[in-house]
């Protein structure tokens, strides 16, 4: 079945250390996405890719990285710059045709110790 | 710039009721709109959406929506709730295509709560 996998569903981090969450998707999109939701709020955009090695900066960037060197894989890293990091992370894709919806994966839940 | 105001923070209805959950935007043009379900430490689901013609849209679910430009809204619609239905749902309304990405806008969310 095609989709997009999110990995580890819950992760841990010691404050002042980086930690990257994988993506990963088989549904030959061009387009992937990273947003955060903090409880009772919206999904806020990170980061965007529409193509390898291509992205650019959503709303909330600062604290971020990605890649893309898979047309497959879109990596986020939460740096030790991220002030508050703990929050659920949703990754999505979606092809580029012009009103083409994202499809997510199950989230990350990434709680700062 | 685009915003999407969801005024139902949460709702709560009875099981084989009728549910309607509101929607406002605001955007310039012809917007690309959709309705998303999220069940507890879950990713989102695609319930529906909206680009042209037909302003009532059938999702999945039994899930309907109108989208009425006169009034900015487009608010979901289930005839009869089932325990199951009870997640938070989300609208979003699809930004200014730069290059063919789709970055969507969301609102805060609705919080269904079904009783039995």
């Known amino acids: 079945d095609g989709g997009i996998t999110q990995s580890p569903k819950y992760l841990f981090r010691k404050e002042g250390q980086n930690v990257t969450l994988s993506c990963e998707q088989n549904?030959?999109?061009?387009?992937m996405y990273w947003y955060r939701q903090d409880p009772g709020q919206g999904l806020r955009l990170i980061y965007y890719?529409?193509?390898?090695?291509?992205?650019q900066k959503g709303d909330i960037a600062e604290g971020y990285s990605v890649s893309r060197e898979k047309k497959e894989s879109f990596p986020l890293t939460v740096t030790s710059a991220q002030k508050n990091p703990t929050a659920f992370y949703l990754c999505?894709?979606?092809?580029?045709?012009?009103?083409?919806?994202?499809?997510f994966g199950q989230g990350t839940r990434l709680t700062v110790v | 710039a685009q915003s999407v105001t969801q005024p139902d923070i949460h709702i709560t209805v009875s099981e084989g009721a009728s549910l309607e959950l509101r929607c406002n935007y605001s955007y310039g043009a012809t917007p690309y709109l959709f309705w998303y379900v999220q069940s507890p430490g879950q990713g989102l689901q695609l319930l529906l959406k909206y680009f042209s013609g037909d302003t009532l849209v059938q999702g999945i679910k039994g899930f309907e929506a109108e989208f009425k430009r006169s009034q900015s809204s487009f608010n979901l619609r289930k005839p009869s709730v089932h325990w199951s239905d009870a997640a938070e749902y989300f609208c979003?309304?699809?930004?200014?295509?730069?290059?063919?990405?789709?970055?969507?806008?969301f609102g805060q969310g609705t919080r269904l709560t079904i009783n039995p």
């Open positions: 890719s529409q193509i390898v090695n291509d992205f």
């Open positions: 999505a894709s979606s092809i580029m045709v012009q009103g083409g919806p994202a499809f």
């Open positions: 549904l030959n999109h061009d387009a």
């Open positions: 979003a309304v699809g930004q200014e295509r730069l290059q063919g990405a789709q970055k969507l806008v």
